[in-house]
C-alpha cells in the first residue's frame, strides 16, 4: 500500500521512528541497520511495508530497498512473522543473511533469537533458491567507550523488542566487559542480541 515515506523524522530510536509526511506522523518500526543509516539526517527516504491484521496495521521502514526486499522475504517463511524478521535484520545484515542461507549455515541463523533449528532450516529451504540469484558481499564490522546514555537507549531498545529487563542489564554488562571500547548503541545492541540468544 505504501511504497515508501519521504519527510522530516521527528524521533528516532533503536526499534522505530516517527516521519511526518504530508503533515501525518507515521510510527514505522525499523531494525537497526536502518537506524544507522539515517543517523545525522533530519529528512529521508524510508521504503516501507505494511502488514495489515485484523486488530492493527503496522509500518515497517527501511533505510534501503534491499533491506525492504529481505524482510518480505523472511516474513514469507513458515513459522517467520514481522519482529522475528526484524530481529533478523537488527542482528544480521541483509549480506550476512543472505551468506548463511547460501551456506546453510542454520546455526549462524539460530544466533538470532526466536529462531530455533528448525525454523532456521526453514528460512533456507525457503530462500535459498530466491537468494542464489543474488550475488553474496559485505564484511563485518565490529564495534569501536560507553556512556550511560548509550547503555539507557540500549536497554530501553532491548525492552521494546520484549527481552526481560534482567536478562537484558546481564546481557550488556557481559558484553560492556568484553567491549569496552563500544561507542555507538546499535553495536552494543547487537552484541547484546547475540549475549541473549546463547
Known amino acids: 500500500m505504501y511504497a515508501y515515506l519521504k519527510g522530516e523524522i521527528t524521533f528516532r530510536s533503536p526499534a522505530f521512528i516517527v516521519v511526518e509526511a504530508g503533515g501525518v506522523g507515521y510510527h514505522v518500526n525499523i531494525p537497526l541497520s536502518t537506524y544507522t543509516a539515517i543517523q545525522g539526517q533530519e529528512k529521508s527516504t524510508i521504503y516501507t511495508h505494511l502488514i495489515v491484521k485484523e486488530d492493527s496495521h503496522t509500518l515497517f521502514g527501511f533505510a534501503t530497498q534491499t533491506e525492504r526486499n529481505m524482510f518480505v522475504q523472511l516474513i514469507g517463511v513458515t513459522g517467520v512473522g ?15 543473511v543472505r551468506a548463511a542461507v547460501l551456506a546453510e549455515q542454520a546455526h549462524v541463523l539460530q544466533r538470532v533469537k526466536g529462531i530455533g533449528g528448525k525454523t ?75 549475549a541473549l540468544s546463547v
Open 120 to 194: 532456521a532450516k526453514q528460512i533456507i529451504l525457503d530462500l535459498k533458491n530466491k537468494l542464489s540469484k543474488e550475488a553474496p558481499d559485505g564484511p563485518v564490522l565490529i564495534p569501536t567507550l560507553v556512556d550511560e546514555s548509550v547503555r539507557e537507549e540500549a536497554i530501553s531498545a532491548l525492552l521494546s523488542l520484549g527481552f526481560n529487563r534482567i536478562a537484558v542489564q546481564k546481557a550488556l554488562n557481559a558484553v560492556m566487559k568484553e567491549n569496552q571500547h563500544v561507542s555507538r548503541v546499535e553495536d552494543l545492541i547487537k552484541l547484546a542480541l547475540k
Open 82 to 96: 514481522a519482529t522475528t524478521a526484524q530481529l533478523i535484520l537488527s542482528s544480521m545484515s541483509v549480506d550476512e
